[in-house]
């Protein structure tokens, strides 16, 4: 079954490897004449075999005598498993005696006498007598010896093996004594290789010390030379533990360290070929994908331009184990009616796996040297354009999002809506598909695009905001909501033409109610219904934005006379449009979004229609709260009690004078643009206010940043005389 190797062989297999320093002194090598196996006649090495299989046998017999086998692992006292431990060890302690004087690594007379403690290791009851007695220790540096017999190894191998299976202790022995390593480049040897790689799993499964020194011994690299020479068959237990092993291990950074930066790329054609099983091709791809978890590996991907590999893998996830795609497919769903419990798991794994490569593909494409290998007319990318159109959920994520990343500079996005018209599938996707994540990642991909001035007014005409309107009515899918309203504001940014998308009725009926309902009626109800404050925001911050559209310099050519239209259309189709600020001024977590609340409040009070809307929100306690506070506290502010605006890390730290500057410049700015939200207040409602608002809001006129009244006296007298009138209106806001 096996052969000899020659010196020369082992050593060469075995590498130059040094013992470590142990309390055991090192095995004498083939050629030392001072072996004290060398010195005995062939009868007396029989005789020292007896000896060993008869106290052995001895103690066996005593331990089922003393009924300490698995029973009393688990029935008997702690003295009595003590006692039958102490037994044991004492029988191997003898047995380690006659071992010493036996050895001698050309010995056939040690080959069988590894053998019978390698058979008799297999119970679980002897594994930890056999490392508190040192005759692990003893194999373990048989493994280590340069010259030893091929079959004397094995045998020890399986020793080691048993000895460890489920035995943290003895794992650990092995990993203190430095032991991997030896045991480690026996996978090179191909006569030895059958039991070194489950000999190996034993040692390392669900042991973190263990794996991480397997892995900086250089593990990884050696399986995957072998996966990459085939010496192991594709099928089999033998590949199979290989590819579990290599699973386990490349999970430690030590390992992934000690590899070939190009170890992904391997790992991705071994799992391409068609006879690989599913559990392999699950645990291949999972190793190649923590790989590509280092930057290094990304990289090598990418420069030798083997990305093609992974998007192949993915591809064959379900071509090859997906009995639903290969019938040509008629749902994005991954399960089918007649799948048995385990077809039904098995979709499962794919589809984890899927996600997990995705998410590496997706940091693999944001890198610069991704965008320079594959341009955006190579075959790369044209696949991943019809992937944005392909049946598969997950195929149409991994293209979206790889895509996205490619859509960070003006000229790749112009490029792609004008030229590639990538946004027609995608706006598809978010109007039709049923699955979260392609909507989410369409999404995201959308609003990269969107950030082009000059492809809002294309995406609108897409039908883009119609399509976004089904994504806010998703209310058990908060995350797809927030993904719908980021969009429609990032679109509607700076744009008069996706404005008016936004503004177009749900009916063309004007017999029917939803005539005189919008799109924009649409997000405006998500801000009413959600719970979720960055939904909320996002839905407020849209409407700021349409406001600074409507009120800017007019730089699109729209004419006056249709600004003046569709800001009549806004507030007199959405009595409810100022709601949503509300929220932006009444936040203190975020300032420069409560000052981009006050500025839209003030863009709004510039037509009459636009001041009553706004008029109704200052009827909320928390909206006139808002306002008396900012404007006491601007008045008061020093620099002991200034209000600190949150920092990036690279900038200033909050306490830093810079920091200040801004917030006492911001906080300047949110007073001004009250001054002029209540100016034009006065102007368009006058003698409508109710006399304490009226006289209120000529005071922070008269003063202006000189206001420096108490916040809670002023609230009160503002409050208490207009409720003395009738005229108080608390608005149900969420802050």
Request: glycine residues 4%; hydrophobic residues 35%.
């Given at each position: 079954?096996?052969?000899?190797?020659?010196?020369?062989?082992?050593?060469?297999?075995?590498?130059?490897?040094?013992?470590?320093?142990?309390?055991?002194?090192?095995?004498?090598?083939?050629?030392?004449?001072?072996?004290p196996?060398?010195?005995?006649?062939?009868?007396?090495?029989?005789?020292l075999?007896?000896?060993?299989?008869?106290?052995?046998?001895?103690a066996?017999?005593?331990?089922?005598?003393?009924?300490?086998g698995?029973?009393?692992?688990?029935?008997?006292?702690?003295?009595?498993?003590?006692?039958?431990?102490?037994?044991?060890?004492?029988?191997?302690?003898?047995?380690?005696?006659?071992?010493?004087?036996?050895?001698?690594?050309?010995?056939?007379?040690?080959?069988?006498?590894a053998?019978?403690?390698?058979?008799?290791?297999?119970?679980?009851?002897?594994?930890?007598?056999?490392?508190?007695?040192g005759?692990?220790?003893?194999?373990?540096?048989?493994?280590?010896?340069?010259?030893?017999?091929?079959?004397?190894?094995l045998?020890?191998l399986?020793?080691?093996?048993?000895?460890?299976?489920?035995t943290?202790e003895?794992?650990?022995?092995?990993?203190?004594?430095?032991n991997?390593?030896?045991?480690?480049?026996?996978?090179r040897?191909?006569?030895l290789?059958e039991i070194?790689?489950?000999?190996?799993?034993?040692i390392?499964?669900?042991?973190?010390?263990?794996?991480?020194?397997?892995?900086?011994?250089?593990?990884?690299?050696?399986?995957?030379?072998?996966?990459?020479?085939?010496?192991?068959?594709?099928?089999?237990?033998?590949?199979?533990?290989?590819?579990?092993?290599?699973?386990?291990?490349?999970?430690?950074?030590?390992?992934?360290?000690?590899?070939?930066?190009?170890?992904?790329?391997?790992?991705?054609?071994?799992?391409?070929e068609?006879?690989?099983e599913?559990?392999?091709?699950?645990?291949?791809?999972?190793?190649?994908?923590?790989?590509?978890?280092?930057?290094?590996?990304?990289?090598?991907?990418?420069?030798?331009?083997?990305?093609?590999?992974?998007?192949s893998?993915?591809?064959?996830?379900?071509?090859?184990?997906?009995?639903?795609?290969?019938?040509?497919?008629?749902?994005?769903?991954?399960?089918?009616?007649?799948?048995?419990?385990?077809e039904?798991?098995?979709?499962?794994?794919?589809?984890?796996?899927?996600?997990?490569?995705?998410?590496?593909?997706?940091?693999?494409?944001?890198?610069?040297?991704?965008?320079?290998?594959?341009?955006?007319?190579?075959r790369?990318?044209?696949?991943?354009?019809?992937?944005?159109?392909?049946?598969?959920?997950?195929?149409?994520?991994?293209?979206?999002?790889?895509?996205?990343?490619?859509?960070?500079?003006?000229?790749?996005?112009r490029?792609?809506?004008?030229?590639?018209?990538?946004?027609?599938?995608?706006?598809?996707?978010?109007?039709?598909s049923?699955?979260g994540?392609?909507m989410?990642?369409?999404?995201?991909?959308?609003?990269?695009?969107?950030?082009l001035?000059?492809?809002?007014?294309?995406l609108?005409?897409?039908?883009?905001i119609?399509?976004?309107?089904r994504?806010?009515?998703?209310?058990?899918?908060?995350?797809?909501?927030?993904?719908?309203a980021?969009?429609?504001?990032?679109?509607?940014?700076?744009?008069?033409d996706?404005?008016?998308?936004?503004?177009?009725?749900?009916s063309?009926?004007p017999?029917?109610?939803?005539?005189?309902?919008?799109?924009?009626?649409?997000?405006?109800?998500?801000?009413?219904?959600?719970d979720?404050?960055?939904?909320?925001t996002?839905?407020?911050?849209?409407?700021a934005?349409?406001?600074?559209?409507?009120?800017?310099?007019?730089?699109?050519?729209?004419?006056?006379?249709?600004?003046?239209?569709?800001?009549?259309?806004?507030?007199?189709?959405?009595?409810?449009?100022?709601?949503?600020?509300?929220?932006?001024?009444?936040?203190?977590?975020?300032?420069?979004?409560?000052?981009?609340?006050?500025?839209?409040?003030?863009l709004?009070?510039?037509?009459e229609?636009?001041?009553?809307?706004?008029?109704e929100?200052?009827?909320?306690?928390?909206?006139?709260?808002?306002?008396?506070?900012?404007?006491?506290?601007?008045a008061?502010?020093?620099?002991?009690?200034?209000?600190r605006?949150?920092s990036?890390?690279?900038?200033?730290?909050?306490?830093?004078p810079?920091?200040?500057?801004?917030?006492?410049?911001?906080?300047?700015?949110?007073?001004?643009?009250?001054?002029?939200?209540?100016?034009?207040?006065?102007?368009?409602?006058?003698?409508?206010?109710?006399?304490?608002?009226?006289?209120?809001?000529?005071?922070?006129?008269?003063?202006?940043?000189?206001?420096?009244?108490?916040?809670?006296?002023?609230?009160?007298?503002?409050?208490?005389?207009?409720?003395?009138n009738?005229?108080?209106?608390?608005?149900?806001t969420?802050t």
């Open positions: 079954m096996t052969t000899d190797l020659t010196y020369e062989d082992a050593f060469n297999a075995l590498y130059s490897y040094r013992l470590p320093s142990t309390d055991m002194p090192p095995m004498k090598e083939a050629t030392d004449d001072s072996c196996g060398r010195q005995l006649s062939k009868r007396e090495q029989e005789e075999l007896d000896s060993l299989k008869t106290i052995f046998q001895n066996v017999e005593a331990a089922d005598e003393d009924g300490d698995d029973a009393q692992e688990v029935q008997g006292s702690e003295s009595s498993k003590s006692a039958g431990n102490a037994k044991k060890i004492k029988a191997l302690e003898e047995i380690k005696k006659i071992l010493d004087r036996l050895w001698f690594p050309t010995s056939e007379v040690m080959i069988r006498a053998e019978v403690l390698a058979n008799g290791s297999r119970a679980p009851e002897w594994r930890r007598p056999l490392g508190q007695s005759v692990l220790e003893f194999f373990c540096q048989v493994v280590a010896t340069p010259g030893v017999r091929s079959e004397i190894t045998q020890s399986r020793l080691v093996g048993n000895s460890c299976a489920d943290d003895n794992r650990q022995r092995v990993v203190d004594h430095n991997l390593k030896p045991i480690i480049q026996c996978l040897n191909p006569s290789v070194a790689v489950p000999v190996v799993y034993n390392c499964l669900d042991h973190d010390s263990a794996a991480q020194q397997a892995g900086s011994a250089g593990l990884g690299a050696i399986i995957l030379e072998t996966i990459s020479d085939q010496n192991i068959p594709r099928t089999g237990a033998l590949f199979d533990t290989t590819c579990r092993l290599l699973e386990l291990v490349s999970s430690y950074t030590e390992c992934r360290d000690a590899s070939p930066e190009n170890a992904a790329e391997l790992l991705f054609k071994a799992a391409g068609p006879e690989v599913l559990d392999d091709f699950l645990a291949l791809v999972g190793s190649a994908t923590a790989y590509l978890q280092d930057v290094r590996s990304q990289k090598s991907l990418v420069k030798a331009r083997s990305v093609e590999f992974p998007l893998i993915l591809v064959d996830s379900y071509s090859r184990f997906s009995s639903e795609e290969r019938q040509s497919i008629q749902t994005s769903s991954e399960s089918t009616e007649n799948e048995t419990s385990q039904k798991e098995d979709q499962k794994l794919l589809s984890q796996m899927r996600g997990n490569l995705i998410e590496a593909l997706s940091e693999v494409s944001a890198l610069d040297e991704f965008a320079k290998a594959y341009p955006l007319d190579s790369l990318i044209g696949s991943l354009r019809l992937w944005l159109s392909v049946p598969q959920a997950q195929l149409k994520v991994c293209a979206c999002i790889m895509l996205g990343n490619l859509a960070r500079s003006d000229e790749v996005c490029e792609m809506v004008q030229l590639y018209k990538v946004h027609v599938p995608l706006t598809s996707n978010i109007r039709e049923s699955e994540s392609v989410h990642a369409a999404a995201g991909f959308l609003k990269n695009l969107s950030l001035q000059e492809n809002k007014a294309t609108a005409d897409a039908g883009l119609e399509a976004c309107s994504l806010w009515k998703m209310d058990t899918n908060p995350q797809i909501q927030y993904a719908g980021s969009l429609a504001r990032q679109l509607i940014s700076k744009s008069y996706a404005i008016q998308h936004l503004l177009v009725s749900l063309q009926d017999d029917s109610p939803a005539y005189s309902r919008t799109y924009l009626s649409l997000l405006l109800s998500l801000f009413e219904t959600s979720q404050t960055p939904t909320k996002e839905v407020a911050r849209t409407i934005a349409i406001c600074r559209v409507l009120n800017s310099t007019n730089d699109s050519g729209t004419a006056r006379e249709q600004l003046e239209e569709t800001n009549h259309r806004l507030y007199s189709l959405h009595p409810n449009v100022g709601h949503p600020i509300s929220v932006m001024v009444c936040q203190d977590k975020w300032p420069i979004v409560r000052s981009e609340g006050w500025f839209a409040y003030a709004m009070a510039r037509t229609e636009g001041a009553s809307v706004v008029n929100c200052l009827r909320s306690t928390l909206v006139l709260s808002s306002l008396l506070k900012t404007v006491s506290r601007t008061s502010t020093t620099n002991d009690d200034t209000e605006v949150p990036p890390p690279d900038q200033p730290a909050p306490n830093q810079a920091n200040i500057d801004a917030t006492v410049d911001m906080q300047e700015k949110d007073v001004e643009n009250i001054l002029v939200l209540v100016s034009e207040l006065s102007k368009w409602l006058g003698e409508r206010m109710g006399p304490a608002r009226r006289q209120f809001f000529d005071d922070i006129l008269r003063k202006g940043k000189s206001f420096a009244g108490s916040f809670s006296e002023l609230l009160e007298q503002v409050t208490a005389v207009e409720e003395a009738g005229d108080h209106y608390i608005m149900s969420t």
